[in-house]
């Protein structure tokens, strides 16, 4: 599938400018002074060449307690991402219908959770009083892995640490990664800085990227935008998944 970007449409005589590459959610939290200074890397964003979609730990966990506020179940569940990872769930069906039907290969990560490959102090952060349930870290029957699919399991925030993610994606030709998941300042900018430094061009789904904290994830993603991915909205990930293919 061939490399697409984003262009910049002129404005009309009437219309308030908006530069395409900062109209995401971070523009209520980060000054235009700060825009400022990250300008050397505006450029064109874009779903690169060769892509699969990476759905980073949409597992059960995160989506304990409902569609709540956080503060709110994380009084009984810790782990959860709320209302937030609720939010995220018809946007990440869409992609994934996008991208099943266009024949992407699809990859997993989730956390390791047996015994022997739990060794002392090796965790993905350094939370405190993690319980280890094997049930809590199924996939959401909503993203359920199909025949084909790949699901890493990993000890680390990153699904690229200590894992044959990177091993997987160069056997099936993928050069490009689509993904999703949570949480955008934790596991999910982990695994988009090492595929970025594997040589992958990354590109983050906004509307599927999810936080417990929603300045947490506003930030990140003005950072990783700017430093190592494109993030871009779900409508312009599944329009261009739902082009017809043209060679590379």
């Known amino acids: 599938m061939a490399y697409w970007s984003r262009m910049q449409k002129p404005a009309r005589a009437t219309e308030v400018r908006i530069d395409p590459f900062e109209d995401h959610c971070w523009k209520d939290v980060i000054s235009p002074d700060v825009i400022e200074l990250y300008s050397s890397y505006r450029r064109e964003t874009g779903v690169g060449p060769s892509p699969a979609l990476l759905a980073i730990d949409l597992y059960e966990l995160v989506y304990q307690g409902g569609a709540k506020p956080v503060p709110q179940v ?21 992609l994934f219908a996008a991208a099943r039907a266009a ?45 084909g699919d790949v699901v ?38 982990a695994s988009a800085v090492d595929a970025y430094s594997h040589g992958f061009h990354v590109t983050l789904v906004e509307e599927c990227c999810f936080d417990r904290s929603l300045l ?25 998944l739902q082009r017809p293919k043209t060679k590379a």
């Not at 994380?74 to 069906?93: L, R």
């Not at 947490?216 to 261009?240: G, I, P, Q, R, W």
């Open 74 to 94: 994380m009084k009984t569940y810790p782990n959860s991402c709320g209302e937030y990872a609720w939010a995220a769930i018809a946007p990440t069906k869409r």
């Open 103 to 147: 024949g992407l290969p699809v990859f997993y990560s989730t956390g390791d959770t047996r015994p022997q490959s739990q060794p002392k102090n090796v965790r993905a952060t350094r939370r405190q009083g993690v319980r280890i349930d094997p049930a809590m870290y199924a996939i959401r029957p909503e993203f359920a892995p199909e025949p």
């Open 216 to 240: 947490s994830h506003k930030v990140n993603l003005f950072d990783m935008h700017h430093k190592y991915a494109d993030v871009l909205h779900v409508d312009e990930v599944v329009a261009h």
């Open 152 to 189: 890493i399991t990993k000890l680390r925030a990153s699904a690229f640490f200590g894992t044959p993610l990177a091993a997987h994606l160069t056997q099936v030709g993928v050069k490009s990664l689509i993904v999703c998941g949570e949480s955008t300042s934790g596991c999910l900018r």
